[in-house]
């Protein structure tokens, strides 16, 4: 199912931020030595890195404050699987369609939709772009993220903890030709 989301700032700032980093020699993409999360400071309450450990598990290095706000709780050091764990319904993007953005390399886009305890529905839309642990293999991924409600009447605000969903599903994913295509 393809994303239907509108363009976001944030992510076109992402894209050129990662389009302007260097490759290392050999290299496909860049370097995760060479970004900076100060390159994308008007951004940093929604940005996010996670280091790939293998067969599609991920494990957050950083998290924007957004982030610890909605699950309540610091996620440095988590597993992106534990916490999807924590939720009504699996959002995580299959391990195999991880595998191929960093095989390929690739961007991925995806969009999941949750619905708190008060009845409100939110979509979250996220973009994750490959970088290269020092020996120059894909290994990270830098995410960034917007959650908005749905309807756009919702104000876009939570309490800590907010995380406390009633439904929360993957609706879509899509690769992102970084310059090296898409997978098939």
């Known amino acids: 199912m393809r994303v239907q989301s ?27 030595k060479s970004f900076s999360p100060v390159m994308l400071s008007a951004h940093l309450q929604n940005l996010g890195l996670a280091e790939h450990l293998c067969g599609g598990e991920l494990s957050i290095r950083l998290a924007g404050t957004n982030s610890r706000e909605f699950w309540g709780r610091e996620l440095t ?10 939720l009504p319904e699996n959002v995580m993007v299959p391990a195999l369609i991880l595998e191929a953005v960093f095989k390929h390399p690739c961007g991925l886009r995806s969009l999941r939709e949750a619905e708190d305890k008060q009845g409100n529905t939110w979509q979250a839309d996220m973009l994750s772009l490959p970088f290269a642990d020092e020996d120059g293999e894909p290994k990270y991924l830098l995410y960034g993220y917007r959650v908005s ?29 970084i310059g090296h295509g898409k997978p098939d």
């Open 149 to 177: 409600p749905k309807d756009g009447e919702i104000p876009y605000s939570w309490e800590p903890g907010f995380a406390d969903l009633n439904t929360a599903r993957l609706m879509g994913a899509e690769f992102v030709d």
């Open 77 to 86: 050091g988590t597993s992106l699987q534990d916490l999807a764990a924590d």
């Open 6 to 32: 509108a363009p976001y700032k944030l992510f076109e700032d992402m894209q050129k931020v990662w389009r302007d980093l260097p490759c290392p020699p050999g290299g496909k993409i860049p370097a995760k």
